[in-house]
């Protein structure tokens, strides 16, 4: 069973950036499809960006552009580059593992907050 740690998260003014780092435990982790999504307070968790196992990526469109997901498979690690911040970015970002049609491994999260 893989283990995931988030870093990385803070506080960030508005217009900042942030790199997110989850690293992954165990020696299967290229095999994985990995993904991050978000919780905003008082608000269902919402899908961010994944990348698979071979590098193809997805993302929301409204974060197209600001937010580049990659992973480093010799560090076992995924990476979430976060630009141009806005206040509603504000959230606890988590990440997670897929072995196939959903993801059923998370990590424990990392808080995003970003101020005006």
């Known amino acids: 069973q893989v283990q995931l740690v988030e870093s990385g998260g803070g506080l960030v003014q508005a217009g900042g950036s942030l790199t997110l780092s989850c690293v992954a435990s165990g020696r299967t982790f290229s095999t994985f499809g990995m993904g991050w999504f978000r919780q905003a307070p008082g608000k269902e968790r919402e899908f961010v960006a994944s990348i698979s196992r071979t590098g193809g990526r997805s993302y929301v469109d409204s974060m197209k552009g600001r937010f580049t997901i990659s992973r480093d498979n010799a560090k076992n690690t995924v990476y979430l580059q976060m630009i141009s911040l806005k206040p509603e970015d504000t959230a606890i970002y988590y990440c997670?593992?897929?072995?196939?049609?959903?993801?059923?491994?998370w990590g424990q999260g990392t808080q995003v907050t970003v101020s005006s």
């Open positions: 997670a593992a897929s072995r196939g049609s959903h993801y059923d491994t």
